[in-house]
């Protein structure tokens, strides 16, 4: 069985900039997670998707973050314009009920 | 509201002797709870889960939990640390059984000396 897929693995970009990040979940998982996880510090859930509808977004910093997922697959999440402290890596996470299984996730530097 | 708190940020053991990593959790649901290990460069592995069944659960790799709601707990054990156990370690809770309201703790980074 394929795992969680995320890409791209890196990504260095100057403060202002965009950026956007995807991930294709285990095939048949309904549900999706974007967490971001800051250097020594443990993941915080971004968004939650049911499908394609949004269950918790109530950590999103929605004036710079935003993500979507079209059809109830992929998923997409973009950061516009990417601030200093937005350096992290970003994780995508999909389960069918209990666990959550995890992509490699992107690093990404702000610079 | 739901909260996790891992109560040791570091813990040093020697290899073959047991292994305690601690947390405690609040949540106003009945709580899904879950240990996840973290290798350097690697991806999340659960580890084992609680979902209302069975307080004892085992796990993955001779990994096993108790979940203790008078005490609001969920610790990890295992008898006896091998080398390659050493790793960051996070408890994670969940409301109810459909992974909402998903919260980390701020992980417990275990060291296995020779």
């Known amino acids: 069985e394929a795992g969680v897929a995320q890409s791209p693995r890196y990504k260095i970009i100057e403060k202002r900039q965009s950026v956007a990040f995807w991930c294709n979940p285990i095939?048949?998982?309904?549900?999706l997670y974007w967490y971001q996880q800051i250097l020594g510090q443990g993941p915080k859930l971004l968004i939650q998707?049911?499908?394609?509808?949004?269950?918790?977004d109530s950590q999103l910093p929605k004036d710079r973050f935003s993500a979507e997922r079209l059809k109830g697959v992929d998923s997409t999440l973009k950061i516009q314009p990417a601030k200093l402290e937005d350096s992290a890596v970003y994780l995508c996470?999909?389960?069918?009920?209990?666990?959550?299984?995890f992509g490699p996730g992107t690093r990404l530097t702000v610079t | 509201a739901q909260s996790v708190t891992q109560l040791d940020s570091h813990v040093s053991v020697s290899e073959g002797t047991p292994v305690l990593l601690r947390c405690n959790y609040s949540?106003?649901?009945?709580?899904?709870l879950f240990w996840y290990v973290q290798h350097p460069n690697k991806g999340l592995q659960l580890l084992l889960k609680?979902?209302?069944?069975?307080?004892l659960v085992k796990g993955i790799n001779g990994f096993e939990a108790e979940f203790k709601k008078s005490e609001t707990s969920f610790h990890l054990t295992k008898p006896s640390a091998h080398m390659s156990d050493a790793a960051e370690y996070f408890c994670?809770?969940?409301?109810?059984?459909?992974?909402?309201?998903?919260?980390f703790g701020a992980g417990t980074r275990l060291f296995v000396k020779a």
């Open positions: 996470a999909s389960s069918w009920i209990f666990e959550q299984y």
């Open positions: 095939s048949g998982h309904a549900t």
């Open positions: 998707f049911q499908n394609n509808g949004v269950v918790d």
């Open positions: 949540s106003s649901y009945s709580p899904s």
């Open positions: 609680y979902t209302s069944a069975a307080t």
């Open positions: 994670v809770v969940s409301e109810g059984t459909g992974g909402f309201k998903t919260i």
